[in-house]
């Protein structure tokens, strides 16, 4: 028996293959879209916004996130503009990351665009996370030099007041110390 060729040749095994996730990126694809430091700004600027933007805005915002101090912030714009709309939008759309409407000038999240915002948290700074977090120990030392100082100001009758309130304070430090949110990254 000779097997068939052609489009009779096709044997149904009973397999099954799933597209991939709509959120999964290959390793080469997500290099690629954030190995460019205006598209990593541009991917940044949408994930902060969570909305629609113009092109114009999104523009401006990537020029300010990759200018420095000798350039014209001017002429950066011009070719951050020119650059989005000729070369990244269409390779980030291409990927799924945006959504483009190049006769509409708009750009917004793409269907894939949860397979890299992990990336964006894990991209912080130790700077960067150090200031969005609020750090235990100066709130404890404030708390107790005014605390403190109240109590020697107060009468005996109010220190005890204030003592206790020393005590209650420390202790919510501690506790919201303990939490994620006002957890040093040291």
Do not use: W
């Not at 390793?27 to 879209?33: H, K, N």
């Amino acid at each position: 028996m000779r097997p068939a060729v052609g489009p009779d040749a096709v044997v149904d095994t009973g397999k099954r293959t799933t597209p991939p996730a709509q959120n999964d990126l290959d390793g080469a694809t997500l290099f690629d879209s954030l190995g460019n430091e205006r598209r990593r700004a541009c991917l940044y600027c949408l994930a902060e916004h969570g909305t629609a933007l113009s092109v114009s805005t999104l523009g401006e915002q990537v020029a300010r996130a990759v200018a420095d101090a000798e350039t014209d912030s001017d002429e950066l714009y011009d070719s951050v503009y020119i650059s989005l709309c000729q070369t990244h939008l269409p390779k980030l759309d291409v990927a799924g990351l945006v959504e483009y409407e190049q006769d509409r000038k708009r750009v917004r999240q793409g269907p894939r665009f949860d397979a890299i915002r992990d990336q964006f948290e894990a991209a912080h700074t130790p700077e960067e996370q150090a200031a969005e977090s609020i750090r235990a120990e100066p709130i404890a030392s404030i708390l107790t030099v005014a605390i403190g100082a109240a109590a020697v100001a107060s009468p005996p009758t109010a220190r005890i007041v204030l003592l206790f309130g020393l005590v209650g304070g420390h202790l919510l430090v501690l506790i919201l110390g303990s939490t994620s949110s006002f957890r040093s990254s040291d």
